[in-house]
């Protein structure tokens, strides 16, 4: 395909475009902040090639409620213009409405088990997306987007984010010391890290890459999971510490900033020029404990 004439402005070699955030790992992943990145750009290079992004959200038990809202905040923002599968793991299959979705995109329901303990509920996506990998996933798309259902878009997540493995900082412990980060510090856990590792507290609540390599972690750690299980362990962030532990030792190539996963109980901090993806309020009693 060729590519149109495109005017932007010439990026400066020895002018910063963000000089408040760091915008690079030390293992050269790109850290997403707005003003980072010219979209236009990126629009015309993946525009390219063909590729399908899927996106999972698990909706068990009480959290259908969140359905509606996340999928109509997606339509608006999410991947606009793109093909979008919509893979909606649920035990309530006819708690899922029915939706209108913009053309290329579409809604694939996958029936699951619930567990009783939410902490089982939490941590069993990742057996679950581990599972449709190689029997759906790796065959309809090329990307998968791996988030929270109790959030809403608010603003544009694009092609951006894509990469072959990416994680995203965690809202609440960016610009911490390491040692304070909550990460699973028994020595006998899968997820164990020492204190004088780590490099970024990631959120359990997004991340993704390409399809194998989502496998892999996905794979991993549900692995790490049933290890600790027959200890009686149980790391103290449940999926995201086991998360952490493969981000630790599998460097994501492309890093997302708070602004992907951003809840308005932290503020609003001053390099904060984006709320892209945001955390709804929850009423913790009717939606958690009243099952
Ligand atoms: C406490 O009673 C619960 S229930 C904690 C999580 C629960 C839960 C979570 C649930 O009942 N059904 C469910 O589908 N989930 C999924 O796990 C849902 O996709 C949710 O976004 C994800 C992580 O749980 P969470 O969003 O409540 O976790 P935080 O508060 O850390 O964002
Ligand atoms: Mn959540």
Known sequence: MKLPRMVYNQPEVVQPVRTDVLIMSPWLAPIVWDGTYNLGILNAQYRQRKFRVGITIFAIKKYTVFVKKFIESAEKYFMVGQKVTYYIFTDRASDIPVMNLAEGRSIAVLKVPSYPRWQDVSMRRMEMIRDSSHTRFSHEVDYLVCVDVDMTFNDEVGVEILSNLFGTLHPGMFGLPRDSYTYERNPQSEAYIPADE???????????????????????????????KEKNIEAVWHDESYLNRYFLYHKPTKILSP???????????????????????????EIRNRR
């Open 198 to 228: 780590g490099d970024f507290y990631y959120a359990g609540g997004f991340f993704g890459g390409n399809t194998e390599e989502v496998y892999k972690l996905t794979n991993f750690c549900h692995k790490a999971m049933m290890v600790d």
């Open 259 to 285: 602004e992907y996963l951003w809840d308005d109980n932290f503020g609003i901090p001053a390099f904060l020029k984006r709320r892209r993806f945001l955390a709804v309020p929850k009423n913790h009693d």
